[in-house]
């Protein structure tokens, strides 16, 4: 590869670990060892976007609208798909993610929420709903919307997610897509973020 490329093995070696460190080669050693193009999945793929969008989620320029926006693009299409393409065991998941608002714990509720919609995203049957959701959903509202959140805003999440369940159970791809938009607009009102319709 040096002669080829014309490059120094350093520059090899540094190529070849950087391509490892993002999961799209596998190096092996021994006789039959050697460096060899793998397949990643989506959790591997999401941990790269996930740095990147932390990053720009962070910046000035990005706010919660701009973060409810892309959900709203993602998630009403995903529910419809969820709708029509899941099976027993992503109902399984689902309903699994579930949680108890009754619960007053901010970051397990959070992350019980991050697990639902990534479980929704993966009952799309499309790998690439999960790759660009998986950051997306690790993306924090920050301290300034968590303190205003309205008493009874878990609650209102659980039954949004209960809902859209039982509108998965039931194949029906409109009204999932339906009460997808409805809960992103709950989100935006509660969370003090215009709604974008």
Same mark, same amino acid.
């Given at each position: 590869?040096?002669?080829?490329?014309?490059?120094?093995?350093?520059?090899?070696?540094?190529?070849?670990?950087?391509?490892?460190?993002?999961?799209?080669?596998?190096?092996?050693?021994?006789?039959?060892?050697?460096?060899?193009?793998? $397949?990643? +999945?989506?959790?591997?793929?999401?941990?790269?976007?996930?740095?990147?969008?932390?990053?720009?989620? $962070?910046?000035?320029?990005?706010?919660?609208?701009?973060?409810? #926006?892309?959900?709203?693009?993602? #998630?009403?299409?995903?529910?419809?798909?969820?709708?029509?393409?899941?099976? %027993?065991?992503?109902?399984?998941?689902?309903?699994?993610?579930?949680?108890?608002?009754?619960?007053?714990?901010? +970051?397990?509720?959070?992350?019980? $929420?991050?697990?639902?919609?990534?479980?929704?995203?993966?009952?799309?049957?499309?790998?690439?709903? #999960?790759?660009?959701?998986?950051?997306?959903?690790?993306?924090?509202?920050?301290?300034?919307?968590?303190?205003?959140?309205?008493?009874?805003?878990?609650?209102?999440?659980?039954?949004?997610?209960?809902?859209?369940? +039982?509108?998965?159970?039931?194949?029906?791809? #409109?009204?999932?897509?339906?009460?997808?938009?409805?809960?992103? %607009?709950?989100?935006?009102?509660?969370?003090?973020?215009?709604?974008?319709?």
């Amino acid at each position: 590869m040096c002669v080829k490329i014309g490059v120094s093995r350093s520059t090899v070696r540094e190529a070849l670990r950087l391509l490892a460190s993002q999961h799209l080669i596998v190096t092996t050693r021994g006789v039959t060892g050697g460096s060899f193009v793998s $397949h990643p +999945d989506a959790g591997q793929l999401a941990e790269g976007l996930s740095t990147g969008f932390a990053l720009l989620a $962070h910046s000035a320029g990005v706010g919660l609208a701009d973060l409810l #926006e892309l959900r709203r693009a993602l #998630e009403v299409p995903a529910a419809g798909l969820a709708a029509v393409r899941r099976t %027993d065991a992503h109902l399984a998941e689902l309903r699994g993610a579930l949680f108890d608002p009754a619960i007053d714990d901010f +970051d397990t509720m959070l992350s019980a $929420h991050s697990v639902f919609h990534r479980a929704l995203a993966k009952a799309t049957g499309n790998p690439l709903f #999960e790759l660009v959701g998986r950051p997306l959903y690790q993306a924090s509202y920050g301290e300034e919307v968590v303190s205003h959140l309205p008493p009874e805003y878990w609650s209102r999440i659980d039954a949004d997610h209960r809902e859209l369940l +039982d509108h998965l159970v039931a194949r029906d791809a #409109e009204a999932a897509r339906l009460a997808a938009a409805r809960h992103i %607009d709950y989100i935006a009102i509660a969370a003090g973020s215009p709604a974008e319709t």
